[in-house]
């Protein structure tokens, strides 16, 4: 049985790798391609942690949705609004390293801080299931109107992005 | 015995060190398409803390997945978005640099 937890364990480990890796990846990368497949590896190990914390249905979504749709939308972006000298000139042009590493490690210790201080008590009895039937019931009826306004964003975002890449194409 | 990967805290620092890289990433790209990806990572940090919450705290476990859910779809729409804005900038400006889209500050 051990064995079993080690090799949960050792995957865990691996995703979170994963994760990070793409990440970084993701953010330093010199070409906006590279920058984009690294943020596909990272969509992909943060999956495999939803799979850990207990939604199978999630973790398809965020395959399907993220890496399959918001990337291949990103490699499109790439591939269509730039040359191949601007995508590795365009990354990187400005000296401002200094400052994102002070953003990023203020950003770290204030979040972490808190985060080590404070106490989180689980709830005492569950009131539902990590089962799909019940997460769909819970989206459909409990948040019928969250689901709903989503929608209503998702067709104007569409709209607009229509009209937006199209316009001014005669000029 | 190793158990990681049963702990609140473990999701919460994966989550933490993900939306510092997106800031990181957000201050050190200089084009839109990389504010764009940093952007992605701020939103799966969020999401990340989401169902960690859900899966340690929360009575009822569905909630968490239908915010997650609700991110993933702001995160479609905000992505096509900004992609065709960034082709519309592009198509206008020839640039991608945030600095140099500036015709408002004549």
Known sequence: ??????????LFFAFVILTF???ILAVRARLLMHAVLGLAVCLLGVAGLYFYLGSIFLTMMQILIYVGAICILMVFGVMVGYTPQEIAE????GKNRFLAVAASFT????????LLRATFTPALEKTGDFSLPWL?????????MAFELISVVLLAAIIGAIILATGGRES | ML????????????????FVMGIYGMVRHRSFMGMLISTELILCGASI?????????????AIGQVFTLFIMGLAAAEAAIVVSFILAVYRKYHTDD??????LRH
Do not use: Q, W
């Open chain 1, 1 to 10: 049985m051990s064995t079993y937890v080690f090799i949960a364990e050792a």
């Open chain 1, 21 to 23: 890796m793409g990440a």
């Open chain 1, 90 to 93: 365009s990354n990187f042009k």
């Open chain 1, 107 to 114: 950003g770290f210790f204030l979040l972490l801080i808190p």
């Open chain 1, 136 to 144: 769909g019931e819970t989206l459909l009826y409990r948040y019928c």
């Open chain 2, 3 to 18: 158990s990681v990967s049963s702990h609140l805290t473990t999701y919460l620092i994966i989550g933490l060190v993900l």
């Open chain 2, 49 to 61: 803390n989401f169902m960690a919450f859900n899966r340690f705290v929360l009575p009822d476990p």
């Open chain 2, 98 to 103: 945030p600095s140099a889209v500036h015709d």
